[in-house]
């Protein structure tokens, strides 16, 4: 009985199989056509994950504040920017932003990669223009702007204390809250 290891076939053991003759390789073992790790479809997709909703530090903001009682809708298409999270009796939306993406100012995380600047440049700018545009569109619809940035979920008791301060209980008789009611109401 042949072993596998006596199998003709060159199987990985710490070596990578040669890439230059594959036709003596298992159809399994063949590396990917492209030697990029990642199709520029792919890639694509990986970066637009990046940006996009259920993020790691968007389900932590929204573990907190649903902790704190609080109710919000989530991604509402019908508003400028779909805001991460909207709070419609508090006419407030929050968004939770990558530092990155959304060029946090004066962020360690917002740095421009050096290669290949012109194009980052471009792209971010569209970024944060888009965004500049959202907030006035929002504001000029009589919501309030809240941001979350990646950074700050890194000390999530820092991040519980300022939420508690931008979200203070309806029922307390808060000035910014004039119609205050005993229960915070759903939409
Ligand atoms: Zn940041």
Redesign the pocket.
Known sequence: MASVKSSSYPLPDDKPPVLNDVSSVPELLRPPVSLDPLTPRERSWNMSRIRSTDTKPEMMVRRMLTAMGLRYRLHRRDLPGKPDLVFGPRRTVLFVHG?FWHQ?PG?R??RIPTGNREFWEKKLNRNTERDAQTCQTLRSLGWRILTV???ETRDPEKLQRRLAMLFPPLNSSTPADPAAQKKEPAE
Do not use: G, P, R, V
Request: hydrophobic share 40%.
């Open positions: 530092c946090h962020c995380a917002a940035w990646e950074c």
